[in-house]
């Protein structure tokens, strides 16, 4: 049976989900709209592979193994926390569909030079169409960002579209238009 999971933000504050979401088809849908989301787990969990995710670059087997659809827009905000024991959230499904109404958020760590694959989140998909916004959400314990290099926080085999915007917050606070970024 096709499974349809709406998670809809609250409007004032991000709703919260702690643990894995498991998809069993390519019916499957996951819809994020009205608000943030913040997640803190994985989706499709059998297709974690730690070795294989912090070899970096392309991956088109992780990218090829998730089932179901991503859709995030209509003012949605999919959030994708690092949690300090458990570590980054992964998303592994077939399609990603970004809308123009909708943002990606990935909690980012600096850590000046080229981050880790496996020491922040990523998503893996077969197909990513892309719109709407990414937000790098760099958290850093004295507030400033060095230059960081973050390999493939979205890997798809197929890649159609751009995003409209990419913005940055540092310490959840948008420096998008900071002076000093300039």
Known sequence: NRAVINLL????????????????????????????????????????????????????????????????DTGGNFHLAIDDIDGPSYVFMNTLNMGADGTITFDLPALGATADPGTYPQVFVANANLDGTLVANVTNANGLVDSTFYDNVIDANVRTGEFAACTLSINGVDATNSLLLR
């Open 9 to 72: 933000g609250n409007g004032t504050a991000a709703a919260n989900i702690f643990g894995n979401i498991e998809l069993q088809s390519d019916a499957d849908t996951i819809n994020v709209t009205d608000g943030e989301t913040l997640f803190n787990g994985i989706i499709n969990s059998d297709c974690y592979d730690a070795d294989a995710i912090a070899a970096g670059g392309d991956n088109p087997t992780l990218s090829s193994c998730g089932v179901g659809t991503l859709n995030i």
